[in-house]
């Protein structure tokens, strides 16, 4: 069924037996989340959603509404090898769009440790993690105008795209570190480095 859309007409209802299937694997009231990476169900076509760059999700068109409901859908959220981005249960599998990552990280706060800064991201949906080894930063560069665009690991193969305006206060914590014998312009968090690019060229920029 690879590169079918879902039936228009029967979407409602499979949306609904989906959320229910997902409610039965998260458990009202658990923290946990689903162990998605185990699940294999089988492909069953594309739904008419989207995730825009803003974070806000969209079924048929229209901006879904319920806070709730879109965190339970982000539970059960998977990225496979082949660059797709799923909402996977443990009897199917069905793909949906993503305009840039599934996650906004939409807050930021430092502490101190003993191995130096540690910062910490809550995205759109309720996530609080700690940028380090285990969930690192990276930037990319894009555009004419060279913009700079962090991602923080949130899990598996998801990301959020941390927000222009935290961006400003992450890049705030810069300083030059020298990585593999060049000078970068780096953030730390957690006992790691995380190279946002070369000194060099953040002096270029900034002339």
Known sequence: MAGETINTATDAAGLA????????????????LPPVERWNPPFCGDLDMEI???????????PIGRPALVRLFSTVLRKDEDGKTYLVTPVEKVGIRVEDAPFLAVEMSVTQSEEGPVITFRTNLGDVIEAGPEHPLRFEIVGEERQLKPYLHVRGRLEALVSRAVMYDLVELGEEIEVDGVMMFAIRSGGAVFPVMPADELDAAAR
Do not use: N, P, V
């Open 17 to 32: 037996a989906m959320i229910a299937r997902a409610a039965e694997q998260t458990g009202e009231g658990k923290r946990g």
């Open 52 to 62: 825009r760059a803003d974070g806000t999700w969209f079924y048929l068109g229209t």
